[in-house]
């Protein structure tokens, strides 16, 4: 951890040994001082979390030395101790970035003290701060929240790293239980934003009625309870990313609202005049299809367009092969790590049942149903029994959707076996038990 | 009972701010004892060259120490002459008010030279 470092640049030798001592009863302070300006400016590259100034010193005024200070590090707190009693010296002190100013008297040391301790607390909470965004930053590495290594998977990495590169409006599509939150995170947080704020809304989850004070925020007195000013989620944005969650659900008022603010640029407090600029990145999700709701009717096709942008299609599950088993041994590992459980391989059985369900819930489904899986288990090894199937197994139900020719049952079988084994061909060959050029020519004649 | 029997300081603010440590308050009463000597020697020196500029900056520079360590007879005085316009209205009485903390700090020179002299 780094110290405490106080400068305290004081003429009076004796009231700056004074206050030396006084600080130093703070065993976490180190505390040094200076008699002349000239002299604490020579340090200043030594950087002091915190300078206590005189606002008389012999080569030069408290407000120099504070201007010189602010030019070097804005950031530095400066607390002035001074004689001067005039409140015009005192106010042109703060307005020039002094943190604090105390005029010398008997309460001097326990201002100090307090100040101090505040300003400790200020750096400690910025310092935590700093960490936590690091930390998430780490955590939304995408590599590490979005496993696999399925085509399906590997081509949203691609788009998520193009999503990165380029400041542009992003729509993330794809089933419940996907993923899309993680993937807008992952987004952000390794994007130049990565350091501004991500403010994620749920469009679904707020009632209708609240959602454009909720989205652009309110002016006091705008409706019933608006006791007070509340800025909006675009406002919190700021330069940052907002995510508009289950966008699919807006209802038509809020559509027109959004297109207005996305178009424009800036936004109206609900019962407010001035106009406050927009500068948030805009990422959107939903598990609608919303092609087919503008069709219907559902969606603006306006603000369909405005949002579509990049397009993140995140593939369900079932589609996305050998992925299904690295993502259980992942839940399965990270599941035993957090509960200081032994590590739990798959039974062979095991491994088959998961290949062959269709994971309506997808890799939401997947996270809860190993967890179980490790809970349940009597032994190092997860057998089928140990897993509970929410839904049909996808082998009783997924050829029998619809009637189909004898060719286009062939035709489903081979392509979700494709699917299931990243296309190796030679693989699907030997476990259907069919020669591999029959594959190549279904795949030459488009049949696949 | 003369001034130079009456104590002219008090340790308490001092002892209150730094803690009750002998040590402490030991450095503390040397430093004061080795640069106040110099800042009165200035501040009778600006006063005879009528610098009242100089007057107020070196009463300004000494009232804080002579407060923290309670030199109350003088206290108020150093903190009427502590800047230059009012050094120069009263300029009359300058020499009275200046003799008188000359007095004052020379006791409590003597006196705390005594009191720490181990």
């Known amino acids: ?448 | 009972m003369n001034s130079k029997d009456k104590k002219l300081y008090s340790l308490d603010y001092l002892i209150e701010t730094i803690g009750n440590d002998p040590e402490a308050i030991k450095v503390m009463v040397e430093v004061f004892l080795e640069y106040t000597p110099l800042d009165l020697a200035a501040l009778n020196k600006a006063l005879n060259e009528k610098d009242f500029k100089q007057v107020a900056a070196y009463g300004h520079k000494m009232k804080s120490s002579v407060a923290a360590l309670r030199v109350d007879e003088i206290g108020l005085m150093l903190k009427i002459i502590d800047n230059p316009e009012k050094t120069e209205a009263l300029k009359n009485n300058l020499p009275d008010i200046i003799q008188r903390i000359n007095e004052v700090l020379t006791v409590v020179f003597e006196q705390l030279n005594r009191d720490f002299s181990s």
């Open chain 1, 1 to 448: 951890m780094n110290s405490f470092k106080v400068f305290i640049v004081e003429d009076d030798p004796f009231y700056g040994e004074m206050l030396k001592y006084h600080i130093s009863l703070n065993p976490d302070y180190v505390v040094e001082k200076f008699q002349t300006g000239k002299d604490f400016l020579n340090n200043l590259h030594r950087k002091p979390s915190v300078v206590s100034l005189d606002y008389s010193l012999p080569d030069m005024s408290g407000l120099e030395v504070l201007k010189k200070i602010t030019a070097f590090n804005p950031d530095i707190p400066v607390i002035i101790v001074s004689g001067q009693e005039d409140v015009s010296t005192a106010v042109s002190l703060l307005k020039e970035g002094a943190y604090d100013y105390f005029v010398k008297n008997d309460e001097t040391k326990d201002r100090i003290w307090n100040s101090l301790r505040k300003i400790r607390e200020k750096i400690d909470l910025e310092k935590e701060i700093d960490s936590l965004k690091e930390e998430i930053g780490r955590k939304y590495i995408y590599g590490n929240i979005i496993k696999g290594n399925s085509p399906g998977i590997k081509r949203i990495f691609n788009l998520i790293e193009k999503a990165i590169q380029a400041n542009i409006t992003v729509s993330i599509t794809g089933e419940t239980g996907t993923g899309k939150d993680l993937v807008a995170k992952a987004i952000h947080y390794n994007s130049p934003k990565a350091n501004l704020p991500f403010v994620a809304i749920n469009v679904s989850a707020i009632p209708k009625e609240l959602i454009e004070s909720e989205m652009f925020g309110h002016e006091k007195g705008a409706f019933t309870g608006a006791v007070t000013r509340k800025i909006g989620k675009f406002e919190e944005a700021g330069k940052g990313t907002i995510f508009l969650d289950e966008i699919g659900e807006m209802d038509h008022y809020m559509q027109v609202k959004l297109l207005r603010v996305l178009q424009e640029k800036e936004l109206n407090r609900v019962g407010g005049n001035d106009m406050v600029k927009v500068n948030a990145r805009v990422i959107v999700a939903t598990n609608r299809n919303l092609a087919d709701e503008v069709k219907k009717g559902n969606f603006r096709q306006d603000l369909y367009y405005r949002l579509l942008g990049l397009n993140i299609d995140l593939p369900p599950l079932r589609d996305r092969g050998n992925d299904i088993l690295l993502l259980a041994k992942y839940f399965m590992d990270e599941f035993s790590k957090e509960n200081d459980m032994p590590k739990r391989s798959l039974s062979q059985a095991a491994q088959e049942k998961l290949m062959s369900y269709d994971f309506p819930g997808n890799v939401r489904e997947l996270k809860a149903m190993m967890e179980l899986a490790v809970v349940m288990a009597n032994k190092d090894v997860i057998e089928d029994v140990d897993i509970s199937l929410n839904a049909a197994v996808r082998s009783a139900n997924f050829l029998m959707d619809e009637e189909d020719t004898l060719q286009g049952y062939t035709r489903k079988i081979i392509k979700h076996y494709l699917e299931k084994n990243d296309n190796n061909i030679i693989e699907v060959a030997k476990k259907l038990d069919i020669g591999k050029s029959t594959i190549y020519r279904m795949i030459k004649n488009r049949e696949l």
